[in-house]
């Protein structure tokens, strides 16, 4: 790793990217960009982190995100925990806030928290000493994951100042929107939200955002089109008639493709309904760039935990 | 055994139900308003309590009031309750029935008379549900319960959600005089929401409950109230299409009337940010032109009254996430400060405006001898200290809990004494440092 900044966040806590400046995310995402080299060479691990220890506290099962989380810990020397909370004492009454200080007491410099009700990370970031990581809370943020997407189109395009970027799919419930919305027009970017009228409201504009619910006019010159993934549970509720409706409304493939930017990249957090949201064709042009979110997500946690305030062992 | 009689002396009396704002004496015997006038009473033999630069009104009367006993007694009682209200100025409340068990029978409402009797205050007037268990399917006895002492009947909390439900409730209660208070919100609409669906709630990733959940209610409601000649009374009116559609109801000459709330008045969904579970609320805080649209639709009668829906949790439950807490305010203790502070300090409206809609107005919707000072009325009176500065604190509370959202804020006036039938039952040591008795002076 060769980096020399120094900078660090003001804040102990990362709980979303509302808290951020554009300064504080392009500090992220230049940090970041020092750890992939560090997670892609033979030696995949740095002593930063040596002596901490990294709870993964997941109420809601992501095998997917607690890994990269884990990972990330790991790359960075820190001793990590996953606590499980189907077999643990939350289920058995104790509350949040308990749970929390329980894991605080047994020594843990950072607790990672997925958790299904909005705000429970500035609930407890409120109340514990411990470093908390927002890993998505409720339908309000999931700031890591808007920040490796950033880095992933930066990666791609360059700054994204001025890139128009598309956000297909139920805006209303997606914590991956709501924080890529904050972070890419800090950014700069222009964001436009697609989708039928019950997943995206028109409230969305307050956030500066644009609204369509014609896919092809939508993503017209887009630069990046980032899919979300349809909850399969909501077709046939009073929001949306039925997946067969949304795939042919608002599904991409590579015909489809066409009305955005040539060099428009395709994204989307995972995990795919393959043939809903994305096609395979669509899935497998070289457009798409869904593996590399993932690869980049391990050297933006790391960015993250090395960031934050009082994380460090040993100040340069 | 009976209460000696009293004066008090020199109180600039505000009584919107006689028109009276001047300097005056009052006379209490036996716990009755025996005079009132400009000139000095006999007060040989009378106790004298000189109340020389303080308004004397009559007790407030809050029509919305959750004292949680019987089955809630951890967050509040119908003693630590009524002495909310006496700290508030209320002198008569009313109190909502979803305890534990549902008040809806004649037990429940005398269990509920001789708990206020034994232990309470201030005149304490049962609510009824209107369905049995406030389950929406049975009506309950509105002939007995009206004779047992019910002032009005309400599912609380909930609305009456069958629309023929509410339709013969009304065609009944017409021939028992009181009204149907209603909870008016449509339970698919408002769903699983916490807040209300905005702006904020788009931001916060909270779920919303739309502004029509009320108002699909509130037009319900009052075309039943038309085709009846019920008398419906909406609960705790929170948003501009509600206020909009009283309004046409009462130019229509349908029986209905209607309140809201100190934290409605005052506060916006702006006040959730953070995750502020101190103004998670039923109905939810809407957005300014809401808040706009109940101060127009007070000032021009169409909300009648203002009642205080004084909803105790403890600080255990209301410390949550926001989608675990629970909905709710109290509001006795900090109702007039805070409404005094807000818009009679500010010069919107003046002291009889906000007085008439604490007593008289309130006292009129349910058939109330209350909320007036005339001679021969039992002596409910409160006495208030204007052009004061100070922190509205824990202390000044006496509810059980303390999910007040105004503490830490400074008030210019306080409830200097409450009385209820001539016997004080709050006296704050603020107004009179040395009690009431210093304030008592024998007749020149």
Known sequence: MNTDRHGQLQSKDLLGIEQLSKEDILLILDNATGFKHVVTRTVKKVPTLRGKTVVNLFFENSTRTRTSFELAARRLSADVINFDVATSSVNKGESLLDTVETIEALGADYVVIRHGSSGAHQYLGRQVKASIINAGDGQHEHPTQALLDCFTIRENKGDLAGLKVCIVGDILHSRVARSNILAMTRLGARVTLIGPPTLVPEGFRSMGADIRHDMDEGIRNADVVYMLRIQLERQGSHLLPSLKEYKQLYGLDADRMRHAKRDAIIMHPGPVNFGVELSRDAMESPQTKILDQVTNGVAVRMACMYLLRGARNVEA | ?444
Not at chain 2, 347 to 356: A, P, Q, V
């Open chain 2, 1 to 444: 055994m009976k209460p000696e009689s009293l004066v008090i002396a020199n109180a600039t009396v505000v009584d919107p139900s006689q028109g009276l704002h001047s300097e005056m004496h009052v006379v209490v015997e036996n716990g009755v308003i025996a005079d009132i006038s400009r000139s000095m009473p006999e007060t040989a033999g009378r106790r004298v309590v000189d109340a020389k630069g303080l308004h004397l009104a009559a007790g407030f009367v809050d029509l919305r009031t959750h004292l949680r006993e019987p089955g809630g007694e951890g967050s509040e009682t119908i003693e630590s309750g009524t002495r909310a209200a006496a700290a508030g100025g209320f002198t008569t409340i009313h109190a909502m029935a979803n305890t534990s068990p549902v008040c809806d029978s004649t037990t429940g409402v005398q269990y509920v008379l001789s708990r206020a009797a034994d232990t309470g205050c201030v005149n304490v007037v049962p609510v009824a549900a209107v369905t049995r268990g406030q389950e929406g399917r049975e009506m309950v006895n509105f002939g007995v319960l009206r004779r047992a002492g019910v002032g009005a009947f309400s599912d609380s909390v909930h609305p009456v959600r069958n629309a023929d439900m509410m339709r013969r409730a009304l065609e009944y209660t017409r021939m028992v005089g009181v009204p149907i208070m209603e909870h008016c919100q449509d339970l698919d609409l408002a769903g699983e929401g916490v807040m209300h669906e905005g702006e904020v709630s788009l931001r916060l990733g909270l779920r919303g409950i739309p502004r029509i959940a009320e108002s699909v209610v509130v037009a319900r409601d009052v075309a039943l109230a038309a085709a009846t000649g019920g008398h419906v009374h909406i609960s705790h009116v929170s948003t501009r299409e509600s206020v909009k559609a009283i309004r046409e109801a009462k130019l229509d000459g349908v029986r209905v009337t209607a309140e809201t709330t100190p934290h409605h008045l005052t506060m916006t969904d702006a006040d959730v940010e953070g995750y502020n579970t101190l103004a998670k609320v039923k109905p939810p805080l809407c957005g300014e032109a809401d808040r706009l649209a109940l101060l127009e639709g007070l000032e021009d009668g169409t909300i009648d009254c203002i009642a205080t829906d004084h909803a105790p949790h403890p600080a255990a439950e209301k410390n949550k996430v926001f989608d675990a807490a629970p909905f709710g305010i109290i509001g006795l203790e900090s109702c007039f400060p805070l409404l005094y502070t807000r818009f009679v300090e500010s010069g919107r409206w003046d002291l009889d405006f906000l007085i008439e809609r604490l007593t008289v107005k309130p006292a009129e919707v349910v058939g109330g001898r209350w909320g007036t000072l005339r001679t021969g009325q039992p002596a409910d009176m409160v006495l208030i200290q204007t052009g004061v500065s100070y922190e509205f604190e824990r202390r000044h509370l006496r509810s059980k809990c303390s999910n007040c959202p105004w503490l830490g804020e400074t008030f210019g006036a306080r409830i200097a004494a409450t009385f209820v039938n001539g016997s004080a039952v709050f006296v704050n040591e603020e107004a009179f440092p040395k009690g009431l008795a210093a304030a008592r002076k024998e007749a020149r």
